[in-house]
């Protein structure tokens, strides 16, 4: 096969928010001053129009709720909320050039009754209300000071020994040397002037060194703030799993619904059928002995024979479909390797799996299944003389796993071409892993090769 093959696809972890390239070095926040000061500069003002906006839009939609336009305005109070703090969530997320989790917006619709009742009943649309009618003015006016100062003091400092000079100096207007001088023994400051610069520089100097500290904690005090308010709650996630667990389920029920239909019309198809004709076959020898013609009768009953024997071949190529006893006694290694050793094609496995992991029977009983499918499609469609199975374990924390996955592997040099339509195998074969929590991916062009990764979440 000279066609690359892709890697197995890992299950991703969601996305938290956290900067895969934020760096902590003293360096690399020197480097972040600019993009912390672009985002702190206007956050003072974008804060105060905020206020004003929505302290606007609250007080006007219940004052106008009698008349019914309040309902309206209210409507837009939340959606400009939402605009508010999506625009907030992109600033952050431009000073750090990462992402920070979305929230799961409940869907709206109907009438205007019933949207506003979607609306109060959602925290998340509460959530950026309060964050960019309170929260957000109190935090930018906090950080924008802070931000001010420290940098006012760090300019001021390192260059007083320029404009100190155009400062007239009076009884009012003392300098850090002249109240030393008054202060301090007489004789002991001899030079205010060279006192009040070395001072102030020193000040600027140490300003200017934890400038870039004060801009980064800053930015990550609003970065914190947004993200519990904004982002992504441990309930979505919540909400998602069980969502994710109810299709899991019903994409098993499926499979196995899909599994049973094609076993009952194999079975009528197939052995029903051969044994009926076996019957009949049984019921003319009776008569042909009774009959006294002998020769006739030994026919019958090779034919019979013959019957009995196809019965049984069909009835072993469907019992397939179970467990055999070598899975369960010797494991999935042991019966992907009798299955290999069965199969018409030329069937190599790949072994990677640590001896020390231990697979749940539930695993081991869906991963044979799996693979059994696999080979039997790529023995009936593909066309190849080969095929190979290769099985491994992505550990946990690997390649974004949040568990040990079991990664399996099926691939052949045939003709391609290989689609998961509805109603048959593929199609059946991922709601079966969807049912195991995991995932299937086909690579099929057309001329082949054919590869087929599957992965199961063992946590």
Known sequence: MNESIPTPAPFLAPDRGIDPGYRRGYGARWARVLPNLGYLIPTFFIAVAGLVVFITLFSLGLSLLILYIGVFILIAMFMTARGWGEMELRRLEAVRRDSLPRPVWRPTGGGPLSVIGEMLRDPHRWG???????VQPVLGLFTWTLMLGAVSVALAGTTSWYWRHFIPVGPDNQQIGDLLALILPAGMIANPNLVTDITNIALG???????PLILDGLVSLHRVVAAQMLGR??????AEEISSLSASRSA????ENVGLRRLERDIHDGPQQRLIRLQMDLAAAERALSAEDPEWAGQILSEARGHAGATLDELRALSRGFAP????????????AAMAESSPLAV???ND??????LKPEVELGAYFIVSELLTNAVKHSGAAAADISLSLIPSGGEGTPADTLWLRVSDAGQGGALARPGHGLAGLDGRVRGLRGTLAVHSPLGGPTVVDATIPLG
């Open 252 to 255: 098993a029920v499926s499979a």
């Open 348 to 350: 190599t496995v790949h």
């Open 233 to 238: 709650y441990h309930s979505d996630d919540l």
């Open 353 to 358: 799996l640590p001896e020390s992991v231990v």
């Open 205 to 211: 100097v140490v300003m200017l060194a934890l400038l």
């Open 325 to 336: 006893p070598l899975l369960q006694d010797r494991g999935l290694i042991a019966a992907v």
């Open 128 to 134: 950026y209300l309060l964050y960019a009618g309170i």
